[in-house]
């Protein structure tokens, strides 16, 4: 039995070494981050996040159309009972405002959080690309790891 556990945490392990792209704060995400569910989930995207990241950084600079209130943002993160809870590793944006009739593109993934009125609705865990439209919600809050702060936007489309 204990042969078996170790063998599946090696593997996964070697897996996620193999995968990186030699980034440490991808790295410490990892070690750090694997005995929780909402930030395990998002080490195994960590990859593909930082490689949109890395192509994202100019659409960024070139169009300042983010959404995202990045120099006010507080460490923590809001879960998925709509708790802010804190977290070194995280940031979370003030309340936005939100349009379920619009349609919104984020370039990295993170966790959205929609309010209406400001009562909790739902938390997200979004990949880059769209992110969900949730009838009735008329703001909403991104949480972000911290290695993705210099490169995250969200765009109106």
Known sequence: MKFKTFLLLSSTLLFLA????????????????????????????????????????????ESGDNLLDIENSEAGWVNFAGELKGSPDYKVTPELPYDSSSHYELNIGAYVSYFSNGEFLETVQTSSGPINQVEGADSIRVSYHNSFEENISLTEQ
């Open 18 to 61: 193999a995968c990186s792209d030699e980034n440490e704060s991808s790295e410490e995400t990892t070690s750090e981050d694997t005995t929780t569910e909402e930030t395990s989930a998002d080490t195994t995207d960590s990859t593909d996040e930082t490689e949109t990241s890395e192509e994202g950084t100019e659409s960024i600079s």
